[in-house]
């Protein structure tokens, strides 16, 4: 458990503590809690609840991206996926329609992992074709229009709750403990990170970089297809023109914050979370904050850029150098 | 829509096949920007229907939201000396070349549901369009007479930032309330045009007023919105059109079914017929040499629990919403 959680964490815990206080400053009930129909409520259930889907997304990119690829088509995938759980919802039961929606998923990270491992192309032209054609295929799905479905099973998975926890942040950290025992408790994830460490030299080593490779794809492609059946169970319908819309540049910026490099290696999942989590905390804070939506993008791209900033290791070695002038002056 | 488009375009020309040439009247070109939304869909079929009521021979052809494919279409259009063009602009620059053309050809052209550069008002013959300005102000006027005297704290999901739609609906409605000084609008948010935004935004509303006790009314740019809201309302425990009033814009037929449960109070609707004028409008000159105003608008029509939503819902599921 130590590799998940590394010293590295710092940054990323203040930066959530500091936006976590703002919010409470711009919204002085941000931390209040109660029981409504058996389910908890309160804006900080709401950070959760609305960060599952990019929670989920970050877990399958953070393991594309220690293998130095990266997915564009997650949020294409969570269209396609969300598109067919809510065609199938209310003449199937939840079994049938999570089998389909997940397997669809595992195809089109299949293709995505294909082309990048098997066919050696550039992650980010391979898995933009999907990005563009995904839309394209639940707009086809779906007929252009909103499918809706009253199945309380599907709608359950959206709006319901475990012991007064919503389900999508039962689901989230479900997935999140998962795929932690399965990359931290084998060594898979000194593999993947071999893989995006030096792809040759892991392969010369005995590593099967093509079959990490394909794995990865594969686990993003499913991660983004219970995220998408999330997304959809959520608004009891499926919406393919907007689920999951720019969200894989949310998921990529998740890794990111998280400290996780684009240029592969080394990975933290828990981070990752924590990074979906620092967007959310900052998008219902300005959402809480009545400020004209105008400002919303830009209060973001400054929030972002300052987190980014704390983690600059140049940063850190500028401010130690000043530091240093400081000392040695008398 | 694609495939839709296509076999429409195929059916239609086995009927051409099949039909002695003089049995159509008026053979109208229609360039359809293409799939964008649910309104869009709905357009194209209820121009299909207005155009088997008058009993014209109309081609759609699907532009897939780009210009140059449009322009295509309206060509070929010229080249088949069609009766009539009509184009849904899916910009409002770069039409002066094609128009032109048209005009030589002595067709006249009628732009739906999207005005165009101003430079070429002469080059084309109407545009059918609604005024989303109005659709505001009818939003604004119907809950002013609801609320009446007492005082009312309105929340608002705005669409798109940067839309014009948006904000000219946010304009009419201003001017509406600003009549009233017992409405107020208290947060103004924008929810993207789509229920999960309209879900998430209507969420944090209703945390940052008391629980949701403070809001009056909601008010949303468009009905999808709205959807996701009541959903919103719903799981805070609070009654939609019950303890908070709702009025959105659009009339698309899930609000209609929210409105049948209780849990919607009105919409205004954006009509999808946009043909229907267009084809009178066309059918007035081709005959009587009767010119058009240059603007034709469309109603803006206020629908509530009262207008049988249960109708209304199953008239318009079939469209394609």
Redesign the interface.
Known sequence: MTMLLPRRGLAQILALIVILAADRVV?P?FFDLRL??G?L???LI?VLN?GTPVALLSLGMVLVIATRGIDLSVGAVMAICGAIAASLADTHSLPVVLAAALGAGLVCGLWNGFLVAVLGMQPIVATLILMVAGRGIA??IT????V?FTSPDLVWLG?GAILGVPVPIVIALGMLILTGAVVRGSALGLLIEATGGNARASELAGVGTRAMILAVYVWCGVCAALAGVI?AA????A?A???GLWLELDAILAVVIGGTSLFGGRFSLVLAVLGALIIQTMN?GI??S?Y???F?LLVKAVVVLAVLLLQSPKLSGFAGIMARLRRAKP | ?T??ALFAASATAALLLALPANAAELTVGFSQIG????W??AETSVSKQEATKRKVNLKIADAQQKQENQIKAIRSFIAQNVDAIFLAPVVSTGWDAVLKEAKEAKIPVVLLDRDIDPSGKDLYLTAVTSDSVHEGEVAGDWLAKTVGEKACNIVEL?GT?GASVAANRKKGFDTAIAKHANLKIV????G?F???KG???M???I??EGGGKNICAVYAHND?MM??AI?AMK???LKPGKDILTVSIDAVP?IFKAMVAGEANATVELTPNMAGPAFDAVAAFKEKGTVPPKWIQTESRLLTATDNPQNEYDSKKGL??
């Open positions: 919204s009930q409504q129909d389910r409520f309160g804006s709401d609305r707009q086809l007929e252009g229009r909103i809706t709006t997304a959520d608004i009891m319908g919406d023109n907007n689920a219902t959402l809480l009545g004209p939506p105008e919303n | 829509m495939f839709k799939s964008e939304s649910g869009r869909a705005q930032v947060r103004s948010q924008t993207d789509t229920r999960a879900k998430e935004v969420e944090s509303f945390k940052a999808d959807v996701g959903q799981e805070a425990g899930d394609g919403y």
